[in-house]
């Protein structure tokens, strides 16, 4: 049930972020995106070393969706 849980929350923020202003593809990641990611994935999920953390979206989303998978390897998880 926590997986569901932390999957739903990850999801509820790509979708409140979806009005994100798309720019130019940029080689780094945004800061903010990369504050947003870090809050969702290791305050909010709390993910844990060797967790197993399914990303997806779609592909207006894919610098949150990476901001995401970085920290969630960061964190130890497996992506």
Same mark, same amino acid.
């Given at each position: #049930?926590?997986? %569901?849980?932390?999957?739903?929350? %990850?999801?509820?923020?790509?979708?409140?972020?979806?009005?994100?202003?798309?720019?130019?593809?940029?080689?780094?990641?945004?800061?903010?995106?990369?504050?947003?990611?870090?809050?969702?994935?290791? %305050?909010?999920?709390?993910?844990?070393? $060797?967790?197993?953390?399914?990303?997806? $979206?779609?592909?207006?989303?894919?610098?949150? #969706?990476?901001?995401?998978?970085?920290? *969630? *390897?960061?964190? $130890? *998880?497996?992506?």
């Amino acid at each position: #049930m926590r997986r %569901i849980s932390i999957l739903a929350l %990850i999801l509820f923020t790509c979708f409140v972020l979806a009005a994100w202003p798309q720019a130019q593809p940029q080689t780094q990641t945004d800061p903010r995106l990369a504050e947003i990611a870090h809050k969702a994935v290791n %305050i909010s999920a709390a993910v844990k070393p $060797g967790e197993v953390v399914v990303i997806y $979206g779609g592909v207006q989303k894919l610098p949150l #969706m990476e901001a995401l998978a970085i920290e *969630a *390897a960061k964190a $130890g *998880a497996l992506v």
